[in-house]
């Protein structure tokens, strides 16, 4: 199902790094190795030592690029959140952000760069992988992770949930509401989301 675009639906571009003189450092923080493509890092060479790559996974990243960077990999995402956090708290002016990854990946990325006064202009999100999706239950407050259709249950309500184009930056996640609450037990076709 693809839901249809509204004013608050997040759009995303492929990473582009900015050029030296309109960034001091830039910290790439990318969900799967497989999703950084070495030429998104080729326009740093006059810049390189301020490239600072974050990898989710066990992975060595050696990519065949002119531009020089440290590379850092993560078994889990609590480490990868803690070290950001840890960059973050010492960062300066200057600092651009990209992050590559899922949805929820990306909105927990730049919650935690907010936290620390980072801007939205300061940071690049580039949606990959599978379509999932984040849903804010707007009956019980409860956030649903990962959710690959246009319906959801609730785990704390128990309510079945549409998953709305509605998106809060806020809460990182899609606005879910009462699937049949105008007509109590008819609910339209599960369908899995597209972008």
Not at 92 to 99: A, F, K, N, S, T
Not at 109 to 114: G, K, R, V, Y
Request: glycine share 6%; net charge positive; aromatic share 8%.
């Amino acid at each position: 199902m693809q839901i249809e675009a509204i004013p608050s639906t997040p759009v995303y571009y492929p990473v582009q790094i900015a050029a030296a003189a309109t960034a001091r450092q830039h910290l790439v923080i990318v969900e799967r190795a497989e999703w950084l493509k070495p030429e998104q890092l080729n326009p740093l060479s006059d810049a390189a030592g301020s490239l600072f790559v974050y990898l989710l996974g066990n992975k060595i990243l050696r990519l065949s690029t002119r531009a020089r960077y440290e590379c850092r990999s993560f078994n889990d995402v609590q480490s990868l959140w803690a070290t950001v956090e840890a960059f973050l708290s010492q960062a300066r002016m200057g600092l651009r952000l990209y992050v590559i990854g899922s949805e929820p990946f990306l909105w927990q990325a730049s919650a935690i760069a907010t936290r620390y006064g980072m801007t939205t202009d300061s940071m690049q999100l580039e949606l990959a992988g599978k379509p999932s999706r984040n849903v804010y239950c707007i009956h019980c407050r409860h956030t649903i992770r990962d959710t690959e259709t246009n319906l959801v249950t609730c785990p704390s309500c128990g309510k079945t949930l549409a998953v709305r184009a509605h998106f809060s930056r806020r809460l990182g996640a899609y606005i879910g509401v009462q699937a049949d609450a105008e007509e109590p037990g008819v609910l339209p076709p599960v369908e899995e989301l597209r972008r």
